[in-house]
Structure formats: C-alpha cells, structure tokens
C-alpha cells in the first residue's frame, strides 16, 4: 500500500521498477508487505509527505510572550528543498524582523516565536510564510 496516497499495488516480480536519474543518483526503498494493522505497526513513525502547503493561525493570539506557528512545505519533485522565509511587519508594510530564513525539505514543521526577543510594541501585525513559491500571510496580536 503506497501510504501517502492509500493506493493498494498488487506487485508480482518484475511489475514495477525505479530508475535513477541524475536528481536523485541514489534511490531507497522499503517494502512491508502484510495486513493493514502489521503494515500500520511497522511504519507506525513515518509520516506522510505533505503534498500541500499549509500554514496555521499562530497559537495563542494574541500574543503575551510565545506563540507557535504550524506549517507544511509540499513534496516538490524538482527540488529537495526550498527557501523558507518568516517575516513579521506592521499594519502598514514595515518590517518589523525576520525570524526564518533557512532552506528546508518537504515536511511538517512547527517553529516557536518569544516575542520578547523582538522589537514588538503592543498591536497588530502580520506573519508572512513563505515556501518556495507558495506563501500566506496572518495576522498576529500582541499584548504585553
């Protein structure tokens, strides 16, 4: 059963195969083959790849000291990773500072923000993720 996508392969010897190419030089592959329960058992810690991007309002908001922020970075075939970008501004477009700036793999990531790090004044701002080409922006209270 191929896990993300819940598709079931009947594989008899020789049916499927996996080509290496210049990208992806080394390709792994782990079988489990058994009944749904033994194949959940074996595979209990694997997570699915998220296939697309997602980004959660921040928790708690508004904000008196930490907030956290959920957020997906889809499967890209053509890139193992993509530049992940968070900003914070004001109400009026001013960068108020960048918390992330790394290259990350598709994946499901949580980051964490101790606002008394920052320069934030009591009010409204906005977050602005972006992944690759995807992005998405929130708004954040704070309260100190």
Known sequence: MDLSSGTKWNIRKGDYGVAAS???PIVSLNLVIG???YIH????????????????????NPVRNITQINYTIPYNASKLHVPVNLSIYTMSGRKVTTILEQSKPAGYYTI????SKYPFA???YIYRLSAG???KSQIMQVVK
């Open 133 to 135: 080409k995807h992005w």
């Open 41 to 60: 058992k074996m595979t209990g810690n694997l997570k699915p790849v998220p296939m697309e991007f997602f980004v959660s309002r921040n928790y708690p």
């Open 122 to 124: 009591s009010g409204t």
């Open 22 to 24: 210049k990208e992806y």
């Open 112 to 115: 964490f923000i101790d606002i």
């Open 35 to 37: 009944t749904s329960s």
